[in-house]
């Protein structure tokens, strides 16, 4: 589970559901939250933004208009081939964000250490925790 720590800066409801504007690390981060669990959190709270390593797009910098809410300027660390599945370690800002892509797209890509990459993440796979300061 990927995880970016931030400030809650905007909590937008329209009905069900409701849209959140995280900042973690200058950065902007956007959830959406369905139902009652939006009530939960406060803007200018701490929160932790969840997200699956098999919820995460990789692009190449520069590469095609992919609109996303959600995205990473991010450097290769590690790459981890395991059957099927290959793990992507990327580094963003001081996190560790990690993305798991198919085996048989790693053999065809180029991907290697230190390339630079864009992580894209749709609002709506992202969770957010609360951060326990005690």
């Keep these: 589970m990927n995880k970016l720590r931030g400030?809650?800066?905007k909590i937008e409801k329209g009905g069900e559901l409701s849209f959140f504007t995280?900042?973690?690390f200058d950065v902007p981060v956007y959830a959406f939250?369905?139902?009652e669990e939006a009530d939960e959190f406060k803007e200018?709270?701490?929160?932790?933004a969840l997200f699956k390593e098999n919820e995460t797009v990789l692009a190449e910098e520069g590469s095609g208009n992919i609109f996303l809410e959600?995205?990473?300027v991010c450097e290769i660390k590690e790459m981890k081939r395991e059957n099927f599945l290959t793990r992507v370690r990327l580094s963003f800002?001081?996190?560790e964000i990690v993305s798991i892509i198919s085996s048989r797209f790693f053999k065809e890509s180029d991907l290697k250490v230190g390339k630079k990459m864009?992580?894209?993440v749709k609002a709506s796979q992202m969770t957010l925790?609360?951060?326990?300061n005690g």
Excluded at 44 to 48: A, I, N, S, T, Y
Excluded at 129 to 132: F, T, W
């Design 22 to 24: 995280i900042n973690s």
């Design 129 to 132: 925790m609360k951060v326990d």
């Design 33 to 35: 939250v369905v139902g």
């Design 7 to 9: 400030k809650i800066v």
């Design 118 to 120: 864009r992580v894209l």
């Design 44 to 48: 200018g709270e701490e929160v932790f």
């Design 93 to 95: 800002l001081e996190c």
């Design 70 to 72: 959600n995205e990473f």
